[in-house]
């Protein structure tokens, strides 16, 4: 235990805002959620709040803004013990964002929901419209102050959650994984807005490349307990605590470190060049490509174009990493792949044109794993899970039972046959949908950010899973990381069009693209180069340069 | 049977007029835009449970738009209830073309309207095509024989009756929209609650509104899910198994989510009520055209019962 | 199947109104305050599930699924039920305003009644939960489709044969209802019998 008391940040009189003693909290089943919890926050701190999932971090926060009532020890705020009639004055006073946007838009417009907060405040009208304009033009919404949040993309919910929140003008902001999902630029959006603002700050985020730069203090979550609370330059300088609570992220910076920018950037593979009206025949290669677009569109029912003019050669053993703002059209281009979509253009399979038959056929070649596992799972059984797919292929008894077997063990999920998919961790459930992917023997396996919302630690045993495959496969993905870990080449994709096609290290070095479409990671290099420095530091090898 | 007119079709009569109402029912499809969602689950392969906007044009102008809300309910609540208690074909009917004025009226594209009366074409048509045959003799009606059918003669008098049933339900589906698409759906169940609904059944109508298009698109992605490993739906044990967990699941992530919605709900402020700013004005016109279409009820009612006949 | 305006007599019109008025008003009562956000959250989620068909041959059903509301929801089962078919009249003309008391008695009675009859049969194992869940899901769309064809023939003798094949349209209904709601209860059971147990909502 590294516990640092509060001491080392002076704070001569003046009384936390939080004051947490031995804090516990059991699940109606008896677990403990939190075990014996001592914290001070104080006003101003900016708190970095981490652990693997599971170890209590949201548990802690809502204790914070009084949805969890304190069960055992006690908490004061501003000096007073908390208490049932305190609760309604606390919550207005913090602000609480989690994970899923849609949660926080309970209302039937932008406005609504944004106005729930100040109008609960009791605020006046004009105060109350002025403070939501005021809020939806901070994250660039105030257009769509009318629409209803079915209407906005997953970014803009996101942005709308934290505008509704921030309406509120919190004295404490608590955030919960605020990027996940979101493309460089969108997370861009939010880093500004959380640096300029003023008030306490807890952020529980995976990311320590994005807390490190917006946090002064690091808090260590683990099995309920803190393990440690202290500056956030000392978290990230000492690796073996932070692997020890499978924090170490640092396996990461094997890559993105100091990559030379260069601006000229070649097309791996050379774009079809035919004229849209010419004859189409499958491309000749050395090795006949597993898949191939021609000129290949898709247009959504309302008009808008999904995919535009795509031309792409996939061939069997490419590692391709798809990537793109949201909505670029990476999902779309997946579903056409996988035949959910009937787009306009050519298509060939393994040399052989694309016709509704083959189309509704593709479900064998092709595997899929969605960001959200909760959209894949639906079985009571890993068992069943994993067996779903082979069964619709008609497969039976020790056959059947081989696949499940084998697929279970190809993401260590042995003896979990009989666990109820719903009740394990989101690690699990990601290795899980992944074997259900796997059990059909696809020829093309594509992920969607499979590494979304996991600890470092999941993200390592994910990332050894992915490598030792051995497949065909298509990620999508936000994360640098990953792109330069698991993909040969690298797919560029911008409002619906593919705009670069080469291979994964011109991709690296490319910095032309920050201004294409905002996939700006040169801060996350920056970020990792100074960690790397600290924990040099630390083990007094060598200090880097600090840019 | 001698004292009931009897009248034989011929088959090629019959065949037009089925072919005939086939087309005008193509056409209808057709005009309003029902293709275009057929359209979006043909190249996505998703199946349309689109839901549709229900105030979307809220924010136009027209009779209705201007009318406080309170009022427009009440009047054209209690004119739909008058609407169903006519007994004549004739004056239903005439309560149709009212209502079809009505949506002109309303500034909404008749598509909407239309698309309603397309969703109650299935249940309507049962009656246009049952009754006829099934209702009891009535003295000196006209009895049609169809080709094919010589012991089951049509009714005339069981056709005006469902006819009679038909032009009611189109008259009053088609009054849903100048009711109900002219005003936000929160001001129209703000008003419902000034006007004595309790709270919490206009905020509860609210909220489960909102999650209806979260839920839709939470299935359509685990629908998906299933496609992508091959599910395709039949009428096998197989089916419903893999329907009766993905409804299963659709329950347990919706109770999840009524969790987290009231924890977000509570952490910005919420103590049972929803605040709002809405405010209502009546103004003598409001009055006024409140009184108009309850007079119109009531007249309809009134010469309904004087003058109309069962038949016609 | 929904009932639309203009079908049934005014006087049995107003009459299944004021009585789901009182059923309406009875879930209310039944309700705890703070659980209005959830009960209309799980509205959403049975609105939802009502939108989704199953092919039965030739045709395809969508299923209602009272069995199951009523074993989720308990007392509130009604009010659940009065506030989905308001959002299914308003959006789809599903029913209709003048139909709604009419329609949410053919739902909500049943509903009702298989909550309670749930309760009595569930037993402990997979095995008997299924079985309860095929009976109330089989007996819900059962009863449902029982009270459609009564109302219809209240509104007179010309309306019997309409009745009548009202009921036999649910046939298939009534077994798909049975086969899903027995996989949706038994999954219930096997990921979260909490659901089923506690009974969230149920005082």
New interface residues.
């Given amino acids: 235990m590294h516990f640092m008391s509060d001491e080392h940040i002076p704070r001569e009189g003046e009384l936390p805002l939080y004051d947490l003693d031995s804090l516990s909290f059991r699940y109606p089943d008896g677990t403990y959620a939190l075990r014996d919890i001592s914290l001070k926050i104080h006003r101003g701190d900016r708190i970095g709040l981490v652990g693997r999932n599971g170890s209590g971090k949201t548990t802690l926060v809502k204790h914070l803004n009084g949805l969890h009532s304190c069960q055992q020890g006690s908490i004061s705020y501003k000096g007073e013990p908390l208490t049932e009639a305190m609760l309604p004055g606390l919550r207005l006073a913090t602000g609480v964002l989690f994970q899923d946007p849609d949660d926080h838009l309970f209302c039937n417009s932008l406005f609504d929901d944004v106005a729930f907060g100040p109008m609960n405040q009791g605020l006046d009208e004009d105060t109350v419209i002025s403070r939501v304009l005021e809020q939806l033009t901070a994250v660039g919404l105030e257009k769509l102050c009318y629409k209803p949040a079915h209407l906005l993309s997953y970014g803009q919910k996101k942005r709308a959650a934290f505008a509704a929140i921030m309406a509120m003008h919190p004295e404490v902001l608590i955030l919960d994984e605020p990027t996940a999902n979101l493309d460089p630029r969108q997370e861009k959006i939010f880093k500004e807005l959380l640096r300029e603002y003023r008030g306490t700050l807890i952020v529980i985020d995976h990311d320590l490349l994005f807390l490190y730069d917006l946090c002064d203090r690091a808090v260590v979550m683990s099995d309920g307990a803190i393990h440690h609370n202290y500056s956030f330059d000392q978290l990230v300088s000492q690796r073996e605590s932070l692997r020890e609570h499978g924090l170490d992220f640092t396996f990461r910076f094997s890559c993105c470190g100091d990559q030379q920018s260069v601006h000229v950037h070649q097309h791996y593979e050379h774009t079809h060049e035919h004229p849209i009206g010419a004859v189409h025949a499958p491309s000749v290669l050395p090795v006949p490509p597993l898949m191939e677009l021609q000129h290949y569109s898709f247009r959504y029912g309302d008009g808008t174009l999904g995919l535009s003019n795509a031309n792409l050669i996939i061939r069997p053993g490419d590692t391709l990493a798809l990537v793109g703002e949201n909505g670029a059209g990476k999902s779309t281009l997946a579903a056409c792949l996988l035949g959910l979509n009937r787009g306009e253009g050519y298509f060939f399979v393994n040399g052989k044109p694309v016709n509704n038959a083959l189309r509704r056929g593709l479900w064998r070649r092709v595997g899929m794993v969605f960001q959200n596992s909760a959209d894949q799972l639906f079985t009571p059984s890993c068992r069943e899970e994993v067996a779903f797919g082979p069964q619709q292929m008609g497969m039976k008894g020790d056959e059947l039972n081989d696949r499940v077997n084998d697929a279970l063990a190809r993401v260590h999920l042995q003896g979990f046959e009989d666990k109820v998919p719903l009740n394990m961790s989101g690690g699990e459930r990601k290795r899980l949908a992944i074997a259900a992917a796997l059990s059909m023997h696809p020829e093309l396996l594509i992920l969607d950010e499979p590494t979304a919302s996991l600890d470092p630690h999941g993200e390592e045993l994910l990332t050894e899973i992915l490598e030792s495959l051995g497949l065909t496969t298509i990620l999508i993905t936000h994360d640098l990381f990953f792109i330069e870990r698991l993909s040969t080449r690298a797919i560029v994709m911008h409002q619906g069009t593919i705009i670069r096609d080469y291979s994964t290290a011109e991709f690296l070095t490319d910095d032309h693209l920050q201004s294409v479409n905002g996939l700006d990671y040169s801060y996350k290099s920056d970020c990792g180069r100074r960690i790397m420095a600290l924990q040099d530091h630390e083990k007094g090898v060598r200090i880097l340069p600090i840019d | 049977m001698t004292a009931h007119p009897e009248i034989h079709i011929p088959l090629t009569t019959l065949a037009s007029i089925i072919g005939g109402l086939a087309v005008l029912f193509v056409l209808f499809y057709w005009s309003i835009g029902g293709k275009r969602a057929k359209r979006d689950s043909f190249r996505t392969g998703d199946p349309d449970w689109s839901v549709p906007t229900i105030d979307a044009y809220a924010d136009r102008s027209s009779f209705f738009h201007q009318w406080d809300p309170r009022i427009k309910i009440v009047s054209l609540f209690l004119y739909c209830f008058m609407v169903v208690s006519l007994q004549s074909l004739c004056w239903s009917t005439v309560a149709f073309t009212i209502s079809l004025l009505a949506v002109v009226a309303c500034n909404i594209p008749f598509a909407r309207a239309g698309k309603r009366l397309l969703a109650m074409a299935g249940f309507l048509s049962m009656f246009l095509l049952v009754v006829p045959f099934t209702s009891p003799l009535q003295s000196s009606e006209t009895l049609i024989y169809l080709p094919g059918l010589p012991g089951f003669p049509f009714h005339t008098a069981g056709f005006f009756v469902a006819l009679l049933i038909v032009v009611k339900a189109c008259a009053i589906a088609l009054m849903m929209e100048p009711l109900l698409g002219t005003a936000p759906l929160a001001v129209t169940l703000q008003s419902l609650s000034r006007l004595g609904l309790p709270d919490s059944i206009g905020q509860m109508v609210l909220l489960s509104h909102r999650y209806i298009f979260v839920f839709v698109n939470e299935i359509t992605r685990m629908y998906r899910g299933m496609r992508v490993r091959g599910f395709v739906p039949g009428t096998n044990m197989a089916t419903m198994s893999a329907m009766g967990n993905f409804f299963g699941m659709l329950f347990v992530r919706s109770f999840d989510r009524t969790q987290r919605v009231y924890d977000a709900m509570l952490s910005r402020g919420y103590a049972g009520q929803f605040p709002s700013f809405v405010r209502f004005a009546t103004t003598q016109k409001d009055w006024a055209k409140g009184a108009l279409w309850i007079m119109m009820g009531l007249f309809l009612l009134f010469i309904d019962r004087m003058y109309g006949n069962p038949f016609f | 199947?929904?009932?639309?305006?203009?079908?049934?007599p005014?006087s049995i019109?107003?009459a299944s109104w004021a009585v789901s008025f009182g059923g309406?008003a009875y879930s209310?009562r039944c309700m705890k305050?703070?659980d209005?956000?959830?009960?209309?959250?799980?509205?959403?989620?049975f609105?939802?599930?009502s939108?989704?068909?199953?092919?039965?041959?030739p045709t395809s059903v969508h299923?209602i699924?009272p069995g199951?509301v009523g074993a989720?929801l308990g007392p509130v089962a009604f009010?659940s039920i009065v506030?989905?078919l308001?959002?299914q009249?308003?959006?789809?003309?599903?029913g209709?305003?003048?139909a709604l008391g009419a329609n949410a008695l053919m739902m909500g009675l049943p509903a009702l009644f298989c909550g309670l009859l749930f309760q009595g049969i569930r037993g402990k194992t997979v095995l008997s939960h299924t079985i309860a869940g095929a009976v109330c899901g089989g007996l819900g769309t059962a009863m449902a489709a029982t009270v459609l064809a009564c109302l219809l023939a209240t509104a007179?003798?010309?309306?019997?044969?309409?009745a009548k094949?009202?009921l036999a349209a649910h046939v298939p209904v009534f077994l798909?209802e049975a086969?899903?709601?027995?996989?949706?209860?038994?999954?219930?059971f096997?990921?979260?019998p909490e659901?089923l147990t506690t009974g969230?909502f149920r005082t």
């Fill in positions: 199947m929904h009932i639309s305006d203009g079908v049934l005014i019109t107003v309406a209310l305050n703070e209005l956000p959830k009960v209309a959250v799980v509205t959403s989620a609105f939802v599930a939108l989704i068909h199953l092919p039965f041959g299923l699924l199951i989720l009010l506030l989905g308001f959002l009249s308003i959006l789809f003309q599903f209709g305003l003048t007179g003798e010309n309306f019997v044969g309409v094949l009202a798909v086969g899903v709601s027995a996989f949706t209860v038994s999954f219930l096997r990921v979260k659901l969230r």
